[in-house]
T-cell receptor, first 111, second 117 residues
Framework: GESVGLHLPTLSVQEGDNSIINCAYSNSASDYFIWYKQESGKGPQFIIDIRSNMDKRQGQRVTVLLNKTVKHLSLQIAATQPGDSAVYFCAESLQGGKLIFGQGTELSVKP | DADVTQTPRNRITKTGKRIMLECSQTKGHDRMYWYRQDPGLGLRLIYYSFDVKDINKGEISDGYSVSRQAQAKFSLSLESAIPNQTALYFC????????????????FGPGTRLTVL
């Protein structure tokens, strides 16, 4: 069946280090993938997306990598800051506009 | 996102009561969605609507109903609330896939925390 899962439920990094959050997906027909950030008490906030015909996309301090061969998605955050502490979700878009979300990875940034 | 608002933000109710959660958006998006989030889990889709005359069941629609009153408003009802419906509920909107190939990114409201006793 279709599923999106995360390799690690928690990630702790030192301020200033780079963070890498991973995600596995199972549906080869997904159109695109999205990373969301959810801070405590708030709704998910869009970070970056990548279409299935791309391997890499960069934003401000974030990079998403897509490896379709092994159905793997990663979010890299450069120079991680305390404000980056949150739960990060990957989601894959199925045809028809529906999103399937992973369970989330909690990122904790130590000062 | 301030463009997507949800009311109430918190609600405590009793088993068997009827509850309505409301969502409004000023983004001008045609598509609206209702999700549920449980601790340690991702978001699961309850219902979605691609325009005012379109309503579709999501992954976990049993025990819920929706109404799309206008392009900007999409409400979720629990006809007879039960304790396992205690969760965070999120509304989201999107503009549909763009003609230039833009992705159909969903934008979320702040959530409603519902507790059913």
């Amino acid at each position: 069946g279709e599923s999106v899962g995360l390799h690690l439920p928690t990630l702790s990094v030192q301020e200033g280090d780079n963070s890498i959050i991973n995600c596995a997906y199972s549906n080869s027909a997904s159109d695109y993938f999205i990373w969301y950030k959810q801070e405590s008490g708030k709704g998910p906030q869009f970070i970056i997306d990548i279409r299935s015909n791309m391997d890499k996309r960069q934003g401000q301090r974030v990079t998403v990598l897509l490896n379709k061969t092994v159905k793997h998605l990663s979010l890299q955050i450069a120079a991680t800051q305390p404000g980056d502490s949150a739960v990060y979700f990957c989601a894959e878009s199925l045809q028809g506009g529906k999103l399937i979300f992973g369970q989330g990875t909690e990122l904790s940034v130590k000062p | 996102d301030a463009d997507v608002t949800q009311t109430p933000r918190n609600r405590i109710t009793k088993t068997g009561k009827r509850i309505m959660l409301e969502c409004s958006q000023t983004k001008g998006h045609d598509r609206m969605y209702w999700y549920r989030q449980d601790p340690g889990l991702g978001l699961r889709l309850i219902y979605y609507s691609f325009d005012v005359k379109d309503i579709n069941k999501g992954e976990i629609s049993d025990g819920y109903s929706v109404s799309r009153q206008a392009q900007a408003k999409f409400s979720l009802s629990l006809e007879s609330a039960i304790p396992n419906q205690t969760a965070l509920y999120f509304c989201a909107t999107s503009d549909g896939p763009g003609l230039a190939g833009e992705t159909d990114t969903q934008y979320f409201g702040p959530g409603t925390r519902l507790t059913v006793l």
